[in-house]
């Protein structure tokens, strides 16, 4: 999927000492710090030109978005396609275009779902969109540092990017990707000069049987404003809005 388009789908976002005195019993103890989450899910390696990203899936926080990945990874078509725009202090975004900045065609969209409890922090996984909520297909992203704007409630459309994964290991393979020298090609900005091609996904353990994305709700077509072409990624044809999240999100 090559959610990209919509120019506007890509840029933006960021990340007691123990004591023995005791603390009176008059003063209200701080509430405990939320547990972050263990993917549930599928685990998956994506093997790229620049090493090997292991990944964990949340079936159970995003059932709708895993079942989407898994399904494009056991069909192979993620191979062949690039990390065709990467932005350092941001996120690095592929899975939906060839080293020609060619979209390959996609399955039909799937419903939001951001609005399930995890935030894009550094390392996690999130599909990428157009300026249409519910118009991820099979392109996604990689956090490199904690980015809150594209958080739903936070983002600036309200729905934000919808998180589905985590790097379990080969963070440090997604922090070389990042840094490439990149260039602007026709309407496509940030991308590598060398292409960072991904030539495979691997299902290394899939627990849950298959289930069946969510399709997209339909939702009227954005407008793209003549100004987003700069905001927004470069990764779809001039056709569609381009697919990624934005900074300014």
Not at 122 to 128: N, P, V
Not at 129 to 151: C, E, M, W, Y
Request: aromatic share 6%; net charge positive; charged share 15%.
């Amino acid at each position: 999927m090559f959610p990209l388009a919509a120019l506007s789908l890509l840029i933006a976002a960021s990340l007691a000492s123990p004591q023995t005195a005791q603390t009176p019993s008059s003063t209200p103890s701080a509430p405990a710090p939320d547990v972050k989450p263990t993917p549930d899910g599928p685990v998956v390696e994506i093997d790229t030109s620049m090493g090997t990203i292991r990944v964990g899936l949340y079936a159970t926080k995003a059932p709708h978005s895993t079942a989407n990945f898994m399904s494009y990874a056991r069909e192979g078509f993620f191979a062949g396609t690039i990390f065709h725009r990467v932005i350092p202090g941001f996120m690095i975004q592929g899975g939906g275009m060839n080293a020609k900045l060619e979209e390959k065609p996609a399955h039909p969209p799937i419903r939001n779902e951001a609005r399930n409890g995890l935030t894009n922090l550094r390392g996690t996984l999130a599909m990428a969109r157009t300026g249409d909520p519910h118009s991820a297909t099979g392109q996604f992203f990689i956090n490199v540092k904690d980015n809150a704007a594209l958080d739903f409630g936070i983002a600036r459309d309200g729905w934000g990017y919808a998180v589905f994964g985590e790097v379990l290991s080969g963070m440090d393979v997604v922090d070389a990707i990042v840094n490439v020298p990149t260039t602007t090609i026709g309407q496509f900005q940030n991308v590598p000069i060398k292409p960072v091609a991904i030539t495979k996904v691997r299902i290394v353990s899939d627990p849950a049987p298959p289930t069946k994305p969510a399709p997209a709700k339909t939702v009227a077509p954005v407008a793209v404003k003549p100004g987003a072409a700069k905001a927004a990624a470069p990764n779809a044809p001039t056709s569609r809005p381009k697919v990624s999240p934005s900074p300014k999100a």
